[in-house]
């Protein structure tokens, strides 16, 4: 028999508990043994629910039962996570965690701790909510050099995008849905500025190029200031908006970056709609491979978490070696990244100025009465950007991904 313990009882850690007990059979089948929940750690009391038998207030007590296998961090933050999570792996307990947080900081760590102590500390629902990348980008892809990850790995940013496009809606009543289906960080901040975003880039760039690359290093701009109008535009060039997370690699030099970019048809991204996250995975040899489903809510992100719960279970004695070291890889600022831009200046009949200044450029008409210009550049570095913006009053300017 397997114990399990649960650490918070939330969006996420209500899911695994029902998906352990909802699917037993089916889960010690595939796991090759018997698996129960023996405890769910939570500082709040829930009268009525089935959790009040296995329910605990007091982290020792699961620290200290040498029956408790695996433990399952569905806390979120940094703390005490971090903490729980580390006592967990040098009691030599197997850990897994959805925490995007907790393992963009301590994930190279964590896993160095779950080695020393022939355990496994495993992540998979900590980037793409319950669409397998993890496990495939360090079991899988191990023969091709990873020369771009392009993702959109922020569900409720993805809804109100979505809903902003197709229905012109409000933002914050979009918002308000998102959160209600479970899908929103507490701090909606952390979704709309692109912070969780970052975080999982920050997993993935580290992941993909095996050393530490931390967080703060990552340029990040959210969606708070795109509006309908961007929209609008988009519907007569046929493109889209979409808040993506990226990394690239060439011999040298690390580029990892969280902003919207306009996306084309021919992107496979474009298509990807409301709380559904895609990540495309370019490799050296292989080409393009996208893995797409649901990046946020309940289920798919606890049936991601069980899933490691699994694996654990199936490689106990056995530490996965996962290449992620404690050592920093540097990140090219976002100046040297290159893109075209679409860009709105105020004012009309700038058409030579621009020229000017941007080079060749394509107009797109916009609503007269807006008072604008609105074009899309060639490929510019941020500097060049920068500099030929100048002379202008930029009402917005958004990447657009070539
Ligand atoms: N708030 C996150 C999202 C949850 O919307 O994608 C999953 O990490």
Redo the contacts with the bound molecule.
């Keep these: 028999m397997i114990n399990v313990a649960i650490l918070g009882y939330g969006t996420i850690g209500s899911g695994v508990y029902k998906i352990i007990n909802d699917n037993n059979s089916h889960i010690a089948r595939r796991a090759g043994e018997d698996i129960r929940v023996k405890y769910v750690l939570d500082l709040r009391d829930f009268p009525g629910d089935p959790v009040e038998e296995v329910l605990v207030h007091d982290v020792n007590v699961i620290i200290e039962d040498e029956e408790v296998d695996v433990v399952v961090e569905v806390m979120g933050g940094v703390e005490p996570a971090y903490t729980f999570v580390k006592r967990a792996l040098e009691a030599g307990k197997s850990a897994c965690s959805?925490n995007?947080e907790l393992v963009a900081v301590h994930g190279a760590e964590l896993l160095e701790i779950a080695a020393a102590n022939k355990v496994n500390f495993f992540f998979e629902?900590?980037?793409?909510?319950g669409i397998p990348i993890i496990r495939p980008l360090s079991e899988c892809l191990t023969v091709d050099h990873i020369e771009e990850i392009e993702g959109i790995?922020?569900?409720?940013?993805?809804?109100i995008l979505t809903k902003m496009e197709v229905e012109g809606a409000d933002f914050d009543t979009v918002l308000k849905e998102?959160q209600d289906m479970g899908?929103?960080?507490r701090n909606p901040e952390?979704?709309i500025e692109g912070y969780?975003?970052c975080r999982?880039i920050a997993i993935l760039t580290s992941l993909a190029y095996e050393k530490q690359v931390d967080f703060e290093d990552i340029y990040t701009e959210g969606i708070s200031k795109i509006t309908t109008t961007d929209f609008d535009y988009m519907k007569k060039i046929g493109a889209t908006i979409k808040l993506l997370g990226i990394a690239r690699k060439d011999y040298h030099k690390t580029y990892s970056m969280v902003a919207p970019f306009v996306l084309y048809p021919d992107n496979p991204l474009y298509s990807v709609k409301d709380?559904f996250?895609a990540i495309l995975v370019k490799g050296d040899m292989l080409g393009e491979v996208m893995f797409y489903g649901k990046?946020?809510?309940s289920l798919p992100?606890a049936s991601a978490v069980v899933s490691d719960v699994v694996d654990i279970i199936k490689r106990r004695g056995e530490t996965a070696k996962v290449l992620w070291s404690k050592e920093k890889r540097t990140i090219e600022g976002v100046d040297a990244l290159t893109t075209p831009y679409f860009v709105r200046v105020k004012g009309k009949g700038l058409e030579a100025d621009i020229k000017d200044s941007f080079g060749d450029v394509q107009f797109i008409e916009g609503d007269e009465s807006l008072g604008e210009t609105a074009f899309i550049t060639k490929v510019l570095t941020g500097l060049e950007f920068e500099k030929a913006a100048e002379k202008f009053d930029i009402v917005s300017r958004i990447r657009v991904s070539d």
């Design positions: 959805s995007k629902a900590s980037v793409g909510g790995m922020n569900g409720t940013t993805n809804y998102a899908y929103a960080e952390a979704d969780d975003a999982k709380v996250n990046g946020a809510g992100t």
